[in-house]
């Protein structure tokens, strides 16, 4: 029933004017994935290489929110590109340095195509959606960890996807949720080790509740602040503690989006309250801040954090979350 009252709210991703891509398929990820000593080494004697080669994320370096980054980088020779190798000095010595006859796109090092024996197997001709917001999320995962991704211009391998278009700060709080996960977890076919495949095929059929901008304004909110509390690479355990709590927040605004009579006849409410406390300011050390914005949410008076700790007398999210 659950699962039947929030399908019936939404429409298909498919519908949502989005755009899914897999990540950079380069066919000899040894030669294309370099570290950051490499980088340094390419880019010293070669200036002009640094223009091309950008951060990376593997699947394994997605967590939920923001990654678990790794310093590792993309040499981006994509075909569509139709870069001159000569130009690039450091990148041409680098890339033989791995051997020519491996980088032959010949079906003998790397799979047949047309392209030339630097670039990447893929004509990636979507590589201009990586420069734009977007939401990362591994191919295959046991956990459905989602990153929304503005300000970084990540790529990411042939181990992921990556979700373009509009609402996306609504949609990775979703994608976050312990809403999204009890309800379409066995949407995705589960393979060797309850490893879940997040294939375009599937994640198109899922029906997502349609947002309003204004509707969207407390979603981004707690996202930028799960976001800036990710990037502080939490030590101690009272930040870890501040994470927990706005993740808990996150998940209480997102059933509220999807459960507003059961929340207004428990007099609850989250999403206008989030509205109403500060945008993170640049200028300030972003680390207090967040601990300020936690301090006045986790006062007892406080309506958010009375909906998060009173919403599990709503019997739904009660199933929900001892179900999780």
């Known amino acids: 029933n659950i699962k039947e009252s929030v399908e019936s709210q939404g429409i298909p991703l498919v519908q949502w004017n989005l755009k899914i891509n897999r990540g950079v398929v380069t066919g000899y990820n040894d030669a294309f994935i370099i570290s950051e000593n490499d980088k340094s080494l390419i880019t010293n004697d070669d200036k002009e290489s640094v223009k091309i080669i950008k951060p990376i994320l593997r699947g394994k370096d997605i967590s939920a929110w923001y990654p678990d980054y790794n310093n590792y980088y993309l040499i981006g020779t994509f075909p569509t590109l139709n870069l001159n190798i000569d130009d690039y000095p450091g990148i041409k010595n680098f890339l033989l340095s791995k051997g020519r ?9 790397r799979k047949k195509t047309g392209n030339k024996w630097f670039e990447t197997q893929d004509q990636i001709s979507y590589w201009q959606d990586f420069q ?16 929304y991704d503005e300000h970084d211009h990540y790529f990411s391998n042939d181990k992921s996807f990556i979700l373009t278009g509009k609402k996306l700060k609504n949609l990775t709080c979703f994608f976050n949720s ?3 996960k009890y309800c379409f977890s066995d949407n995705f076919p589960e393979l060797q080790g309850g490893t879940k495949e997040l294939r375009k095929i599937f994640f198109d059929k899922i029906p997502v509740k349609k947002i309003t901008a204004i509707e969207e304004i407390p979603f981004a909110k707690i996202l930028d602040y799960l976001i800036a509390l990710k990037k502080e690479k939490l030590q101690n355990d009272t930040d870890q503690f501040i994470l927990i709590y706005f993740e808990q927040i996150a998940n209480a605004l997102v059933f509220e989006w999807y459960f507003k009579k059961e929340f207004e006849k428990a007099s609850l409410s989250v999403a206008k309250h989030l509205e109403k406390l500060p945008d993170l300011n640049d200028n300030e050390i972003i680390i207090h801040q967040l601990r300020k914005i936690y301090i006045i949410m986790n006062q007892e008076n406080h309506p958010i954090h009375q909906a998060v700790f009173s919403m599990l007398s709503i019997p739904q999210i009660e199933l929900i979350m001892n179900n999780n």
């Open 178 to 180: 312990k809403l999204f």
């Open 132 to 147: 734009k917001p977007k939401i990362i999320y591994p191919n295959m995962t046991k956990y459905l960890p989602f990153i």
């Open 101 to 109: 006859s491996r980088l032959e796109q010949d079906g003998k090092g």
